[in-house]
């Protein structure tokens, strides 16, 4: 399935990837609360940053990045499902996903 290829890819690119340099920024955001947290905000105003910023601290192999705005990623709200299905696939030693991070950009 060539989706959940470019879903692959995507996850692999991002553990391979360097994380850019930033400024530490000071906000108390709750990433062990078990519930779903939405970061808003204008557009360039640093919020991807503060994603990478969050993320710094989790282990790589347990964290899921999607940024929707990357061209080859082409999903549709009912195909959401092979983010996991790929994930699951790369790192089948992470089956409990309830230990797993995910941002979504």
């Known amino acids: 399935m ?10 692999k ?13 000071e906000y108390n955001i709750p ?5 779903i947290i939405s970061l808003i905000g204008a557009r360039r105003s640093g919020k991807t ?4 910023q969050l993320m710094a601290n989790i282990p790589l192999q347990r964290l899921i990045f999607i940024n929707f705005e990357d061209e080859r990623l082409e999903l549709q709200a009912d195909e959401l499902d092979l983010i996991l299905q790929a994930y699951l696939e790369l790192y089948p030693e992470n089956s409990d996903l309830s230990e797993c991070y995910f941002f979504f950009d």
């Open 49 to 52: 940053f503060l994603l990478y």
């Open 2 to 11: 060539k989706k959940k290829y470019v879903i692959k890819t995507l996850l």
């Open 13 to 25: 690119d991002f553990i391979q990837s360097k994380r850019p340099a930033m400024v530490q920024r």
């Open 31 to 35: 990433i062990n609360s078990g519930k």
